[in-house]
Structure formats: structure tokens, C-alpha cells
């Protein structure tokens, strides 16, 4: 008798069970922790990261506790509940099809999540090395293949992803309760603050420059140069100028706070006035003596008592569906290569804490206004300046600006040769935002191009006193000029980041304290240690107003006190340490005024080329035709009476990394107007930058001519064509 073997229909059933390799399919219950793992990896736990960092822009949307949860919750559960609803809706029309569907959606999330791995890893590394885009998802998709291949085959990775499904709840865990999020769930308990009192409320006007380093207003000696910087040579005969004076950190989310309380922060927190509420703001206006005019494109110490009319629309209307576009784009950008040839899909300005202009208009004037941090300087200046007006009642005016920080446009003249330039858009020689390529002549052109920027803040300077003095202002206020930190330029270290041969950059700042009366302090006062958490301080002194608690600064006005030991420069891991006097700054100004002398030396590669600025194109030989297309991302013809484009930046756009430098001569108007060659640096290969002088450019339509050197000694030239730049070229 033969017996039958019927086969288990389970078995039969069941997908892929003919190869005893394949790892049987789980249950629903598993399948759905199995998505809501990878989900959380791939898609919660990078946005949940972005949400921690920037916590302000959620405050600015007026976004409730219920909205944050709602966020956190969405970004958890959204993604997973979806692929499991389509899952279930297959395995309905098909139960085979369900199982393949989930693998489906098993590799898609694996391969967004080795997406941003790649991207914040290696992304940045392959491009210098000039890989295409397409590599960096070829590695994304070679692990999701390997992970897709495991577990079919694995029950190890389903047990771990069953674990990982309970593990992911820590990413939502850090973000509401270990993160600057945590007071967007739990706001600080209204406690009325403690009555403060000014015994002497006199006018205050404040101007804080944004990285602005102190040696860049120096002579070699270190003296104010007062032949490029008039109006701060000016300032330092009515003022009293402190030479010493150091930021103490490197980034302005920590260093305004610090300036503004006399406090130094040991963790990052949102510069907003409910983590730091015994700031200069409030501790004014708790003392019912003060008005306020502030200017605060920045942070957001200062909570505004008038609202503008962008204020009250942004408190008005529910936001969800912008948070949601920017969160999608932001997520875009975090998983894709930057060079991915998809639609482009911005960040909004916003969310970096960029918002556009403010709506001024409309019968409202705000007492607090919030200008784009990057841009419409003169519009600031201009808004700041017409309102210093004598008033019967004391009043604190702030200025918060972003100069000479980069984007930099402006010209000491108070033109501009760039008007559309944003954040975002990086010289050539800045590689990744704010690393110096190792070409000093690269370096060299953008300190040229920021020196103009200091020189535009002099500018100002000049119709700031001008402004306090023929309104009556000037005598009886108390004027404080400064800056947040400063920022470096040496050929291969970095702009910002403090380490030992940049730190006196980074560190010095510019500060001036005009006493109401004019009174000139002795020198031991000026020239003492001072920090920037020294301001708060010597402001309570001067209008007599005692703090309501210790700060970490001590007024500058306050002779009998013990001189710090030394000066500390909070980094993110560590502190820089320097010595009390700040001697280190005089062997950076040396090197600094050596790197950039004029006319440019031997070394940078220009040989004698620079000695033909301002000859005539007459002098030279021109021949042949255009061999090479230059694409300019700065510089044009078109002059007008606010802007002279007369900074270039260019490329060549069919560059050989193989190619020597290339000299190149920019010709305005028959003359010869600057020289410059290629950098000599495969992170900016095929790319130059040249200043020309604004006098050789008038109104109207300028001859611009662009020609590549043959030969210096015999002077001959060939005409470059020049061409568009395309956005699949641009650096910026």
C-alpha cells in the first residue's frame, strides 16, 4: 500500500517556500514593525534631527505643543501606515502579491536610508574628488540590495528589525525631551519677573556688526588704519576704543546671548527670549523707563510689544501645509546628492531663520523689526538711521547687521556690486561654505572682497555720527559699536571654526564705547581684558540699573576689579585658551599684512602681470580668436547709480584638471583694469576672481573685455568668448 504526502497548504501558500533558503514571510503584526523600523530609520530620524536643530523656525510659525506632537507623530507613523494599507489592499486582490509588495517597500526604505548615510558621509568626499551623483546612489542602492537580500533570507535581521520597531521611539524621545524642542512641548512657566530699576535711563544705541573680525580695521602696528577706515579712526578720537576686546564663541546663536545677558551658554539653546529671559531687552523693558527700536534679523531676544504687520499674519493663520512643504524639501536635500539632476525644490528662507523682507507699510511701526539676515543692508541702515530721533522718553536703538559677514556685495562707497547676492551663494575659493582652498591668491581676492564690505561698514559709521550729531543725540547717549565674532582667511583652514593659527581672526573684535558727557577713559581701562559678556554689565553701571542676578561679565567702567587671567573662545567640544593682553593678534596682523600687500608678491603666481593694471589696451598685443568660453557668476557692464558690477567671478566651463593656471586680464573701457589667473586647487579648478576699481566703470553700458594671457613678456592676449552661466557649473 503506498502511502500519499499531502503537503501542509499553509506551506504551499506561502510565497517563496519551494527554497528553503527564503526566510518565510511574518505576520502583519511583524510586517508592520518591521516598516515602522525602517521608516524611522530612513525618514523620522533624519527630519526628527533637523526639527532639533532648528527649533526656531517652529517657534516663528507659533507652532502649539499639540502641532509638535502632531509633527513628531506624523513623521513616525505616516510613512509606515501607508505601505501597510497598500499591502493590505494587495494581499486582498492577491495574497502573493502582498509579501512582494512589502519586500518592495522594504528595499525602498532601506535605500532612503543608506541615502542619507551616503549624503552626510561620503557625499561631500566623492564630489571633491569630482565623482558624478549617480555613484553615490549606486552605493545607496548596493545597500539597500545587500539589506533586501538579507531579509528574505535572514531571520536574525527580522528579529532585529522587530527590536529596532521599539528601539526608534528614542528618536522622538531625543527630540521633545532631550533637544531645544523640549520648550516647544513644555513652555517655561509664566513667572512675573522681578521689577527692575534704571536710576540714570539714558539714550542707548547699539550697533552690532556680524563677523567682523577686529584686525581687519588695523595697520601693521595695530593702530586704527585711519587712511582706509576714516569714520572708525574717527570714532576712536570721540570714543573710547578697546583694542583687547574678544567674542567668546564663534557662532552668533551663542555669542549675541552671551553679549546680551553677560552670560557665557555652555549648550546650544534657541536665541529666544523664553531661554534667555534676563537679557538686555527685557531687563530694559522691566524697567518701564525705556522705548525700543530694535533691529533683530537674527535671533529672537527681543519679543516685540507693537507687533508688524508680518507678526500679527504669522500668528493669524495656521501654518500645516508650509511646515509640511518644508520639511519634504528639506528632507530632499538631506538624502539626495546636491548635484542630483532633479527639479529643484528650495528650503524656504525661513527655515534657516532667513525670512524676506518685512512689511513696513500699513500704518504699523514695530518696535521690533526683523530684516533678511542676508541682505538689503542699506535698507537697514537707512530704516535704523531715520529713526534716531530726539524722543521725551529714553530709548535703547539696536542694530543687528550682517556685515561684513558674506554674502559680501557692498562697496565703501555704499554701492553695491552684487544686489541680488544670498546666503547660500559662496565664493569659489570658500570650499563647502566655509573651508579655505590651498591657493593663497584665491584666499587673497575674497579678504579683498570682504575688506570692501568693512569698508562699507565704515560707511556707515560716518553717517551714524553724522546722524547722532546734528540731531542732539550724540552727547547724551551711550553708543556702543562691536560685533558678534570675527572670521579668518589663510590658505587650507577655515573661515570659522577656531583653531591655532586662525583663532586672533576668529576672536577679535571691534569695540567702542562712547560714554554719555563724552568721557575718555585712562588707558588701563581701554586696553584691559575685555570680552563681549563685559557689555551687559557696563550698560547696568552706566544707567545704574543693578542686575537681578551674578553674570559671568564684569562692567568695563569698574576700576577697582581683578583683571581675568585669561581670555576663553567656547568651542563646540573644547575652549581655546589665550593670553589676557590678546598678544597673539600682532603676529597675525604681520602675516596678514604680508599675504595681502600690494601690489601682489612674487608667490602668487602672477608674475609681473600686476604692474599692467591700469595701462592701456592699446599697449598690448590681441590675436587669434576665443579658444575658451568663460562663464561669469559675478561682474557685467551695467552700471548704475547703486551698482557697479566691477567684482568678477568666473570659470572656464570646459576646464582640464591636467591645464596649468590660466592668466587672465579683465579690460573695462579700453583700459586694463585687473589681472588674475585660474586657482591652482582641484576643489576650485577652471575658476577666478578679480576686483576692479569702481572709478573705471560710469553709468550706463560698460565695454567689458576678458582675454588669457600668451605671453608676459611680449604682452600678448587672446580674447576668451564669454557664455552663460549654467546652474550644472555654478559653485555658488
Known sequence: MTIATVKPPAAAARPGAADATVTPAPSRLVRFLHLFALSGFAIAQ??????????????????????????????????????????????????????????????????????????????????????????????????????WRLYRRSRKLHLFLTI????????????????????????????????????????????????????????????????????????????????AATTVHHRTERALPAMMTGMINEKTSPSTEAYFPDNLFALLRRTSAYDRKVFEPFTRLCTPKQPGPDDLQR?????????????????????????????????????????????????????????PWDGQHERQFRDFLEGLQPADRPRIDFLH???????????????????????????????????????????????????????????????????????????????????????????????????????????????????????????????????????????AEVIDMPLSGPVDGQSILDAARSDRPRKTLEVDNHAVLLRPDFAERFDTLKRLHADFQTPIPEEYGLGGMPDWVGADLEDFRVEGVPQHSLALALGGSLATETVVPCVFEGCNVAWDLSWPPQSIVIAVNGGIGAVTRTYDDERAAGWFSAIVSEDLFHEGENEIAIYEVLSVEQRILRPCRLTPMDAKIRRY
Not at 517597500?105 to 569630482?130: E, K, N, P, Y
Request: aromatic residues 10%.
Open 46 to 147: 533624519p527630519l526628527l534631527e533637523q526639527i532639533s536643530r532648528r527649533t526656531m523656525y517652529f517657534t516663528d510659525q507659533n507652532l502649539p505643543p499639540a502641532g509638535l506632537l502632531l509633527i513628531v507623530a506624523a513623521l513616525l507613523f505616516a510613512a509606515p501606515l501607508l505601505l501597510f494599507a497598500i499591502e493590505e489592499l494587495i494581499e486582498r486582490i492577491a495574497a502573493r502579491g502582498a509579501w512582494r509588495a512589502h519586500l518592495v517597500f522594504v528595499f525602498l526604505l532601506a535605500w532612503l536610508a543608506f541615502c542619507g548615510a551616503v549624503r552626510s558621509i561620503v557625499d561631500s568626499t566623492l564630489r571633491d574628488a569630482g565623482v558624478p551623483w549617480f555613484v553615490s546612489l549606486f552605493l545607496a542602492t548596493a545597500g539597500a540590495a545587500v539589506v
Open 164 to 243: 529596532a520597531a521599539v528601539g526608534v521611539l528614542a528618536f522622538p524621545a531625543k527630540c521633545l525631551f532631550a533637544s531645544p524642542a523640549y520648550r516647544i512641548l513644555v513652555p517655561e512657566p509664566e513667572v512675573p519677573p522681578a521689577t527692575m530699576h534704571a536710576a540714570n535711563p539714558v539714550p542707548i544705541v547699539m550697533v552690532v556688526f556680524d563677523e567682523f573680525s577686529g584686525l581687519a580695521i588695523l595697520d601693521v602696528e595695530g593702530r586704527i588704519d585711519a587712511a582706509t577706515f576714516p569714520n572708525f579712526a574717527r570714532l576712536e578720537q570721540q570714543a573710547n576704543w578697546f583694542p
Open 315 to 371: 500668528a493669524a493663520r495656521p501654518r500645516p501645509a508650509e511646515i509640511a512643504w518644508t520639511l519634504a524639501a528639506v528632507y530632499r536635500h538631506i538624502t539626495l546628492p546636491i548635484d542630483t539632476p532633479l527639479p529643484e525644490t528650495p528650503v524656504p528662507r525661513a527655515f534657516f531663520n532667513m525670512g524676506e523682507m518685512p512689511s513696513l507699510d500699513g500704518g504699523v511701526d514695530p518696535d521690533v523689526v526683523r530684516f
Open 401 to 539: 547687521v550682517a556685515v561684513p559677514h558674506y554674502p559680501w556685495a557692498n562697496l565703501p562707497s555704499g554701492r553695491t556690486y552684487a544686489p541680488e547676492l544670498r546666503f547660500g551663494e559662496f565664493a569659489a575659493a570658500m570650499w563647502r561654505q566655509e573651508e579655505w582652498i590651498d591657493d593663497k591668491l584665491g584666499v587673497r581676492n575674497c579678504r579683498e572682497r570682504y575688506q570692501l564690505q568693512v569698508g562699507y561698514a565704515d560707511h556707515f559709521i560716518g553717517r551714524l555720527i553724522d546722524t547722532l550729531q546734528e540731531r542732539g543725540l550724540w552727547d547724551d547717549c551711550l553708543l556702543i559699536v562691536t560685533a558678534d565674532h570675527g572670521a579668518a582667511f589663510a590658505p587650507g583652514l577655515n573661515r570659522r571654526e577656531p583653531m591655532r593659527d586662525n583663532v586672533p581672526e576668529i576672536a577679535g573684535v571691534p569695540l567702542f564705547i562712547k560714554l554719555p558727557g563724552n568721557e575718555r577713559l585712562p588707558d588701563a581701562l581701554r586696553n584691559r581684558n575685555v570680552e563681549i559678556i563685559d557689555i551687559l554689565p557696563t550698560i
